[in-house]
């Protein structure tokens, strides 16, 4: 019962390098989506996508790619790490559009720029 | 105004004693809600929702919650309190104005439960 796997776990960058935060799935879900989680306040929408080729920004997508060419990964990518991009990442999938069904989470990057 | 608000960022009750983790939405249409919970290091894992139907939801780990429309809330609730409850608890609304495309969070309020 893989459900959303993340990886990796635990990163730290230096600030200007590039990374990829990777994301699976297995449940065959339609729509996979990345939220950023900082202290005080609650998890922040970064990218979503409703499917395989299709991707939209979130509320909070700069500094952040994001590419969706299979059904069961979704990548997060930072260009150009900044300080401002420390958080805690998940990534998170729902069988398909109907906004009802239940999201469910990976175990989360954390993720710290220095 | 925030979409959904946690006003509250602890909690602190005994164990076997009842809890409420209060949130209150502001959103026009029909709001989906919903409850997390967030143990330390680890992802958030789904509680309950209200879609529609019967106010009151019932969820895992013996957590319910209540839609009340006039005061646009839903309070997670529980009759006795365990020591394992002790985590972050998040309320999360979709947005009708959105297109219901994700989530909106709330700031979360940490429980704990004192043996």
């Known amino acids: 019962n893989a459900g959303v796997t993340q990886t990796p776990k635990f990163q730290v960058l230096k600030t200007g390098q590039s990374m990829t935060l990777q994301c699976a799935q297995d449940?065959?879900?339609?729509?996979m989506s990345w939220y950023r989680q900082d202290p005080g306040m609650g998890l922040r929408l970064i990218h979503y996508?409703?499917?395989?080729?299709?991707?939209d920004q979130g509320e909070v997508p700069n500094g952040y790619n994001v590419s969706r060419s299979t059904t069961e990964d979704f990548p997060l990518r930072l260009l150009s790490a900044a300080p401002s991009q420390t958080s805690v990442y998940f990534c998170?999938?729902?069988?398909?559009?109907?906004?009802?069904?239940?999201?469910?989470f990976g175990e989360g990057s954390w993720l710290t720029v220095v | 105004a925030q979409s959904v608000a946690q006003p509250e960022d602890q909690v602190n009750v005994a164990e076997g004693n009842p809890l409420t983790v209060k949130c209150t939405y502001s959103?026009?249409?029909?709001?989906?809600l919903f409850w997390y919970v967030q143990y330390p290091n680890r992802g958030l894992q789904f509680l309950l929702k209200?879609?529609?139907?019967?106010?009151l939801v019932k969820g895992s780990y013996g957590f319910e919650a209540e839609f009340n429309k006039s005061q646009t809330s839903f309070h997670l609730k529980k009759p006795s309190a365990l020591v394992s409850d002790s985590a972050l608890y998040f309320c999360?609304?979709?947005?009708?104005?959105?297109?219901?495309?994700?989530?909106?969070f709330g700031s979360g309020t940490r429980l704990q439960v004192q043996p």
């Open positions: 998170a999938s729902r069988a398909d559009r109907t906004a009802g069904n239940t999201i469910y």
């Open positions: 449940m065959n879900h339609e729509y």
């Open positions: 996508s409703v499917g395989a080729g299709i991707t």
């Open positions: 959103v026009s249409g029909n709001p989906y």
């Open positions: 209200y879609i529609t139907g019967d106010n």
């Open positions: 999360a609304v979709s947005r009708p104005d959105t297109g219901r495309r994700a989530l909106t």
